[in-house]
């Protein structure tokens, strides 16, 4: 690492660590009660950095930075690919929160990232309906939803507020009607990205990927691999015993790949799904799509991710609409979009 890399990794520490420092002041404005109507203005309160590096890739950022080109195109560039399958044309943002993933530990939900979302729904005791939602209209200052249930029954109820906590660039069939609806998609711009994780239940050829053998726990890939990373998994359903590699690529893993990278392995299963936005969109780099889509009462929860997409920053995105809503409903405009003043020490 020292002979191809020199000190790159330690300064890439440093530049991950500096970041990090700037995002945790989110936690302290938000128990502050502090919100924010759109993403960038969220970072803006962060690190005035942070607004600028939206508009800019992470390639020209981690230039401007002093990085060399083996540290970009390699470790810069490997390390965005296994977490949002693209390049180093994303913004420089959702950039350093891929790169966040060098510095250990990382964690991970037992039993998968839907327990953290299972959990939040228990602890909330709210009253749930397993309904498929088609249908948000404003009604005389409320809103009607109207959803279908199992076996073809219709739900329709009224709320004064809805949150939304879907990527509506992938929910076509949600039908937003009331209040200047014909603008409300027009908000959200950036498409969604698919993703695929194919399962074998045997280590990948080291001679094919031609690296040692044993091949390593994690494998990168920067350009033309055909897949973005391969890695062995936590977990398997088999028991703790059996080991399981998992392949994330940009489209499904044809049957000449699987045997040219896995010629000894049994593929257990392909798993596809909308995974986050496309940030190496050409054009506009940022659009600000804002938390409340109507200036009333329908939040965006996903707006967020318009700026980086990760469990952490769904949170973080749900929260703020819940601030923004219950500011606007106190009349606590103080505390919306002004960052307080910095704790002293």
């Not at 014909?182 to 959200?188: G, R, T």
């Amino acid at each position: 690492m020292l002979w191809r890399y020199g000190l790159g990794p330690l300064k890439l520490d440093r530049w991950v660590g500096g970041f990090l420092k700037s995002f945790e002041t989110i936690y302290r404005l938000q128990k502050e009660g502090k919100a924010f109507s759109t993403p960038r203005r969220l970072l803006a309160a962060l690190d005035p950095r942070f607004s600028r590096m939206l508009d800019e890739t992470l390639e020209d950022r981690l230039r401007r930075d002093g990085f060399n080109e083996r540290m970009i195109q390699e470790l810069a560039s490997g390390m965005v690919r296994v977490n949002y399958g693209q390049g180093l044309g994303v913004g420089a943002f959702v950039g350093a929160v891929a790169l966040c993933g060098s510095q250990g530990p990382l964690w991970a939900v037992e039993g998968g990232n839907q327990v953290l979302a299972a959990k939040m729904l228990e602890s909330s005791r709210a009253r749930l309906h397993r309904a498929r939602v088609c249908q948000v209209e404003a009604n005389d200052g409320r809103y009607r939803i109207h959803a279908d249930m199992k076996e073809g029954e219709l739900l329709t109820e009224d709320y004064d507020l809805v949150f939304l906590a879907v990527p509506l660039q992938n929910s076509q069939d949600l039908e937003l009607s009331g209040r200047s609806s014909e603008n409300l998609f027009a908000k959200v711009v950036r498409p969604y990205q698919r993703i695929y994780a194919t399962f074998f239940e045997s280590p990948p050829d080291a001679k094919s990927l031609r690296c040692s053998d044993p091949v390593p726990g994690i494998i990168l890939s920067t350009t033309g691999a055909g897949f973005n990373s391969i890695g062995l998994h936590n977990s398997s359903r088999k028991g703790d015993d059996q080991l399981i590699w998992k392949v994330f690529s940009p489209e499904p893993l044809t049957a000449e790949q699987s045997k040219k990278l896995f010629p000894n392995g049994h593929k257990c299963e392909t798993v596809g799904w909308w995974a986050y936005p496309q940030y190496e969109a050409t054009g506009k780099k940022f659009a600000d799509s804002a938390f409340c889509l109507d200036g009333a009462g329908l939040y965006y929860c996903n707006a967020i991710e318009e700026a980086a997409s990760a469990m952490e920053m769904a949170v973080l995105g749900a929260k703020n609409c819940v601030l923004l809503a219950s500011n606007r409903l106190k009349g606590a405009t103080s505390n919306i979009d002004t960052p307080s003043l910095p704790a002293r020490l």
